[in-house]
Every structure is written in C-alpha cells, then in structure tokens.
C-alpha cells in the first residue's frame, strides 16, 4: 500500500514538472543534454523531467524595436544623428535559437550599420527627401543578413534627423531666400505677363478700330453709291415726265417759260453769293432776257431733233 502511494505520489510529482503550457503564437525549443530535440507548439506539451529542458521561448508576433540615436555622416561631410524604428517577426524558431546569439540585437545592429552606410551616398538636402528609398534599403540589406537568424524585417522608419544647429540655421537661410528668388520670379512673371496681355489688348482694340472703320467706310460707299443710283433713277424719271410734258399740248411753251425762269433766277443767286456778277448786255430789258433763254431752249431743241441728229 505505502509503495503504491509512493509511485502515484512520484507520478503525480514527474507529470507536473515535464508538462509544458506553451501559449498561442509562441514555440518553445527544447534540447536533451544540450542538444536539440523538438519545438513545442501551442497548448499543452510534455517533457521528460531533468533530461530535457526548454532552452529557447520565441514570440511569432510582429515585434517593434527601438533604435536608439546615433551619429552618421552625410556625403558632404556633414554629422547628422538619426534614429528609428524596426518591425521585424521570427519565421523560423530552429534559426532564431541556433543561427545566433541574439536575433533582436543583431537586427538593431544591422540596422544601424546600414542606416550609417546608406547616410554616406547621400547629401544633406537629398537626405530628408529620400527617406522612403532609405527605409526600403534598410529592409533588403536585413532581410538578406538575416536569411540564417530566422528573422524577417518587415519595414523601418527613420523617425528624426538632427543636424548641428549652424547648419540649421544655414538651411534656414538658404530656404528663406529660395522663396524671396521664387517670389521675385513670379512678380516678374506677373508683370511681364500683364505687359504681353496689355499688348495684345492695344493690338486687338487697334484691329477693332480698323475693322470698324472699314466697315463704316464700306457702309459709307454702299449708301453713297445707292444714293446716286436713287438720284440717277429720280432724275431719268423726272426726265421721263419732261419729255412727255413737252410733247403734250403746250409743252413746248411751258418748258420754254420754265427755262426762263430757271435762267433769271440763276443770275440772282450770283447776285446774292458772289462779288463779282457777270450779266447780259442788256440787262434794263426783262424781255430781252427772256428772249434770249429761249433762244437758247430752241437752239437746244434743234440740236437734239431727229432730223438733226440723221444730218449727223
């Protein structure tokens, strides 16, 4: 009976020290006399007691990892101190525990010596410009070191870069009269700009101009030239009414007395616009001058007569 208790107490004793709870997303390496043996995944896992041991906890999550400051030196000899951060996640747990010391301190340092290496190629003014080019960088140099760690780098931020204060300030400067330069070249531009479209303007309203007084002296000719043909057209029309006037009954008296009066007029509107009058030889007789108008009204007749105009 005491020997039975004794092993069911020995049991119950073997059984609590070689059972292993290992939580999610974690894997425990163990080793039998120094060498390794298995993982032990999530759950409940045993081990044989005093000849086994669990020489290596590995976390499988994503891990942040602090780089502390440290000073690099850009292309142009200038000492700037960054730091940053890294992501990284253990893929394989056998690589991790065996492949080196510490995987997280390897990953810092790596990550610093690359971040130093890579300030090097740069300027100081490329410097804050390619920090995306800098990171991707950063991630393909661990990732390839890190092949045999069991270690993946899944990205990394250079959070700041200081710089000497002299140099800030002579960056403060240099970007300060960037924009005075920047301002005075668009002034420039705005002025030069309202010159070209006050030029174009003078032109265009110059053309207008033009245009418009073609156009008026255009419309100017177009009514003077209807206004002759309306003045042609009234005077044969008038013509027309005289000549059959005059071939009607006493038509040749009228015109006759017509042309008289048409004549005596014509010597008083001289008399009225002009100093010096010209006039008949016997002008104290009324009747001489009406005899002469119609002298001139049958010479005229005679003229344009058909038996006249056959002799020609």
């Not at 002034?187 to 010159?195: A, D, L, P, V």
């Amino acid at each position: 009976m005491i020997l039975a208790i004794f092993l069911s107490l020995l049991f119950l004793v073997v059984i609590y020290l070689g059972s292993r709870i290992v939580p999610h997303e974690e894997v425990w390496i163990v080793q039998r006399f120094g060498k390794y043996l298995r993982k032990l995944g999530p759950g409940a896992n045993w081990i044989v007691p005093f000849i086994d041991e669990v020489a290596y906890r590995h976390c499988l999550k994503e891990q942040p990892l602090f780089v502390p400051e440290q000073t690099a030196i850009t292309q142009d000899n200038v000492s700037v101190i960054l730091d940053g951060i890294v992501y990284v996640k253990i893929v394989d747990p056998i690589g991790a525990s065996y492949g080196v010391r510490d995987p997280i301190h390897a990953v810092i340092q790596l990550f610093q010596t690359t971040m130093r290496s890579e300030i090097g190629k740069l300027p100081l003014d490329q410097t804050f410009e390619e920090r995306v080019s800098l990171n991707a960088k950063i991630v393909e140099a661990i990732n390839l070191a890190a092949l045999s760690w069991g270690v993946r780098c899944l990205r990394c931020e250079i959070k700041d870069i200081k710089m000497p204060e002299d140099i800030r300030k002579a960056m403060e400067l240099q970007m300060t009269a960037e924009r005075q330069k920047r301002a005075h070249i668009l002034e420039s531009e705005g002025i030069r700009q309202s010159k070209i479209n006050e030029s174009e303007g003078q032109m265009q309203a110059q053309i207008n101009m033009a245009e418009a007084a073609q156009i008026e002296r255009v419309s100017r000719a177009k009514a003077e030239a209807e206004a002759i043909v309306a003045l042609s057209e009234a005077t044969a029309q008038s013509l027309e009414r005289i000549a059959r006037a005059i071939d009607a009954q006493n038509g040749e008296k009228a015109a006759a007395l017509q042309v008289a009066e048409k004549y005596i007029e014509a010597f008083g509107q001289i008399a009225k616009e002009g100093n010096t009058i010209v006039l008949p030889a016997q002008l104290q007789h009324p009747a001489n001058m009406v005899a002469e108008a119609l002298s001139i009204y049958d010479h005229i007749k005679r003229k344009s007569s058909p038996h006249a105009l056959a002799e020609k």
